[in-house]
């Protein structure tokens, strides 16, 4: 991952270094127990533009038209499959097409990339860029009217979002774009390009599942390895202080971390304000096989029993219940009380209700520590992540922790956080 942070320290070098040019090179290196993707590069200097904004890669509101982008973002849908399957079977993907990009382990620096090859393939993609992404970067709206915050049960999880999958493969065509327009020294064209991609990824992470965010987070990387091509070439303008203007962090993942950090109760309504909920012994038992059922749809649970027919399914649910009760149950109702709760009060729950009070609060705890690593710098987050770890390796069903789990909800949902603090 190439940090903007990064782009604008390099920026910061524009004015200062004069040298002759050549390509941009990757590199990993060692740094502590992260590993850096290090560019090698070098720059010439050129003066600042005037006015200072000429280049953005952040459009001026007062420069878009009202109206939704998602409509026309559908529509480039439509006809991105055949496009691409059209400009794959003219160009080899895996010796050509893959590299032109700019990206992967052995990326075509710009000096030689074939041009014609890539007019030609950017020609069979410019209809799509030209009839639907062209006009969708000039409207000011972007609403995908998902409804995702009305979601529950294993719909949270099941929900399919292929539509946002397909945006890397728009991210690398608008790609290849510019840099043939860095090639052909049509800095503008290649500016205007990179601001359009930078904005899909943007518009990408609007959903709020973290899935999305990543996706975003990908195709901001896609169009980062783009401008810093753009610097490495000889006369390209000083791109400082269109570098300052991006957001930082160009990808926000926060929200996303809030909304699936509430996808426990989303799931599971079972454990949702379990503590202040009425129901009959008989109703916290039924809910609790169903939360055990809906577990084993989501593939949690799915080596504890068959996956036969929906009666077999609750067959199996009840056993499961029953087995997890017996291991779980006193060891919930000795925390509660040992956590405050009246021991009368207690004693008298459903043996559902317990397990469920007892469930939310561990959730909510590994919950909230998952979300305070977003609020501390990278590197103190790394330290808290691995903390973290080494809690939930106590904390599995059937561990030794004290704050050890009785449904499997925090191993389920939680680990997978940590991919995206590192991505960000």
Same mark, same amino acid.
């Given at each position: 991952m190439i940090r903007h942070s990064q782009l604008f320290c390099l920026a910061l070098t524009l004015g200062i270094t004069s040298t002759v040019r050549a390509d941009v090179t990757y590199g990993k290196a060692k740094e502590g127990d992260t590993d850096i993707e290090v560019v090698r590069m070098t720059v010439t200097p050129a003066a600042e533009p005037v006015p200072a904004l000429r280049y953005r890669l952040v459009p001026r509101d007062f420069d878009l038209k009202a109206g939704n982008r998602v409509i026309y973002y559908y529509r480039a849908e439509l006809e991105l499959d055949s496009t691409m399957k059209a400009i794959r079977a003219k160009f080899d993907e895996e010796k050509e097409l893959g590299h032109w990009y700019g990206t992967g382990d052995e990326p075509t620096p710009i000096s030689k990339l074939p041009l014609d090859k890539v007019r030609k393939a950017n020609a069979m993609f410019e209809p799509l860029y030209r009839g639907y992404?062209? &006009?969708?970067?000039?409207? *000011?709206?972007?609403?995908?009217?998902? /409804? $995702?915050?009305?979601? +529950? /049960?294993?719909? $949270?999880? *099941?929900?399919?979002?292929?539509?946002?999958?397909?945006? +890397?493969?728009?991210?690398?065509?608008?790609?290849?774009?510019?840099?043939?327009?860095?090639?052909?020294? #049509?800095?503008? @064209?290649?500016?205007?390009?990179?601001?359009?991609?930078? #904005?899909?990824?943007? %518009?990408?992470?609007? $959903?709020?599942?973290?899935?999305?965010?990543?996706?975003?987070?990908?195709? %901001?990387?896609? =169009?980062?390895?783009?401008?810093? @091509?753009?610097?490495?070439?000889?006369? *390209?303008?000083?791109?400082?202080?269109?570098?300052?203007?991006?957001?930082?962090?160009?990808? %926000?993942? +926060?929200?996303?971390?809030?909304?699936?950090?509430?996808?426990?109760? +989303?799931?599971? &309504?079972?454990?949702?304000?379990?503590?202040? =909920?009425?129901?009959s012994p008989q109703e916290w038992d039924r809910l609790f096989v169903q939360t055990i059922q809906d577990l084993h749809t989501v593939g949690s649970t799915r080596t504890l029993f068959s996956d036969g027919n929906i009666t077999e399914q609750r067959v199996g649910a009840g056993i499961t219940a029953t087995a997890i009760a017996l291991a779980g149950y006193p060891h919930a109702k000795e925390w509660l009380i040992a956590n405050g709760m009246d021991r009368e009060r207690v004693e008298k729950m459903a043996v559902g209700q317990v397990i469920a009070i007892y469930t939310e609060r561990i959730y909510r705890r590994f919950a909230d520590d998952w979300e305070a690593v977003w609020q501390v710098p990278f590197p103190q987050a790394m330290d808290l992540m691995r903390r973290l770890n080494q809690k939930l390796d106590t904390a599995r069903p059937f561990g030794s922790g004290e704050d050890r789990e009785v449904l499997p909800l925090v191993s389920l949902l939680l680990p997978a956080l940590e991919a995206g603090r590192s991505a960000q």
């Open positions: 992404l062209q &006009p969708a970067f000039e409207l *000011s709206g972007c609403d995908w009217e998902l /409804g $995702v915050e009305r979601l +529950r /049960g294993p719909d $949270v999880i *099941s929900f399919l979002l292929p539509e946002f999958q397909n945006s +890397r493969e728009i991210a690398r065509m608008l790609s290849l774009r510019t840099r043939l327009a860095i090639a052909e020294h #049509r800095y503008a @064209d290649a500016v205007e390009t990179m601001q359009q991609n930078y #904005r899909l990824g943007s %518009d990408v992470a609007r $959903v709020p599942f973290l899935v999305c965010g990543l996706i975003g987070i990908a195709v %901001d990387s896609i =169009t980062n390895h783009a401008l810093l @091509d753009l610097i490495a070439n000889p006369d *390209s303008p000083n791109m400082y202080w269109a570098i300052g203007e991006l957001p930082q962090p160009p990808i %926000d993942l +926060r929200l996303s971390v809030r909304f699936e950090m509430d996808f426990g109760p +989303r799931m599971f &309504p079972f454990i949702h304000n379990a503590e202040t =909920t009425d129901h």
